[in-house]
């Protein structure tokens, strides 16, 4: 396993700005994320500060009561955030947040309920934050959707467990990525984990209907949001080591045996990774499994089945 070395930049990695108030960028931040632990903000936010700092502004905010929190079990009374109703009224109209649906969380029951995957999915965004900054890429805290909803036909839509917008940076040029994102804690079965495959590939090929017949076909409807059909990464924990690389080899034959997902796979790079490695080594690291055949490499090196 190789680790790609950091390339010489000019200039340092992707921070948010001080310029704006931490305060601001917590509120924000949990809109967009739903949840997270202090040390999430903080690591995210400012991690070149004390976490004291992001602890006296949270408690700020809490005392407007604009952020509540539950206390995780067993964790050494590790707090995680949310937004109050009255938080979520605030941030909704902010430009950075505009079309994001507010989710405010109205107990500290509904809270709990939702913590062990919101937590896991921003823990997989902590890892592409930081490598990045080890780079000098461009990835910061509103660069990671989480639950974003696709129509794919007849009704139906896919969830994706987050979308993932990312900068490459080498020197003058500039190399856009986009990711889907599935991060499985193994609480389903394998089978309907691999069965998200044929949703993206239905999301992949789905043309919604013109209103009108004199109405020409506008193309794919993913055209709407993203000029490429982003790829699709799978993170998996949860599980023992010999579980997740059965999962794998589940999501594998999917590519291999269903006629719409090897026509999007020739098209569209698939990986996959368990969690432990990639916060091990590095998500630029030959940690990811190409769902299509080959040897694990970094998710930026993942390419189409034809390519």
């Known amino acids: 396993m190789t680790t790609a070395p950091p390339k010489d930049r000019t200039t340092a990695g992707f921070t948010p700005s001080p310029v704006e108030p931490l305060v601001h960028q917590l509120l924000a931040t949990l809109a967009q994320h739903r949840m997270a632990s202090t040390h999430q903000l903080h690591v995210l936010l400012r991690p070149d500060r004390s976490r004291q700092s992001v602890s006296e502004r949270l408690n700020e905010l809490l005392g407007e009561r604009l952020v509540d929190f539950v206390v995780l079990p067993q964790s050494n009374r590790t707090r995680v955030w949310y937004l109050t109703p ?3 009224r605030l941030t909704r109209d902010w430009p950075a ?5 507010p989710y405010p969380i109205t107990s500290a029951t509904a809270a709990s309920l939702k913590t062990p995957h ?3 999915v921003l823990r997989t965004h902590l890892v592409f934050v930081a490598d990045a900054r080890r780079r000098g890429d461009e990835h910061g805290h ?4 989480p639950e974003v909803f696709h ?3 007849d009704g ?16 003058q040029q500039r190399r856009k990525l986009r990711a889907f994102v599935e991060v499985d804690r193994a609480t389903m079965s394998s089978e309907r984990l691999a069965a998200k495959l044929i949703e993206y590939a239905r999301l992949w090929s789905y043309e919604p209907q013109p209103v009108g017949r004199r109405r020409p076909a506008s193309g794919p409807g993913w055209l709407r949001w993203y000029p490429v059909f982003p790829r699709v990464l799978f993170v998996l924990t949860g599980a023992g080591r010999q579980a997740m690389d059965n999962r794998i080899s589940d999501l594998k034959a999917m590519v291999a045996h269903h006629p719409l997902v090897a ?3 020739r098209e569209v790079p698939l990986g996959a990774v368990v969690l432990d490695d990639l916060e091990g080594h590095g998500p630029t690291s030959d940690v ?3 769902l299509a055949g080959g040897q694990p490499r970094p998710w930026t090196e993942l390419a189409g089945a034809a390519a």
């Open 86 to 88: 009255k938080g979520a």
């Open 263 to 265: 026509e999007m796979a």
């Open 97 to 101: 947040l505009r079309g994001r649906p």
């Open 151 to 153: 129509a794919i036909g």
């Open 118 to 120: 919101t937590l896991t």
């Open 142 to 145: 509103l660069d990671w959707t």
């Open 156 to 171: 139906e839509k896919i969830v994706a467990d987050a979308v993932m917008h990312y900068t490459l940076i080498d020197g």
């Open 288 to 290: 990811w499994v190409p």
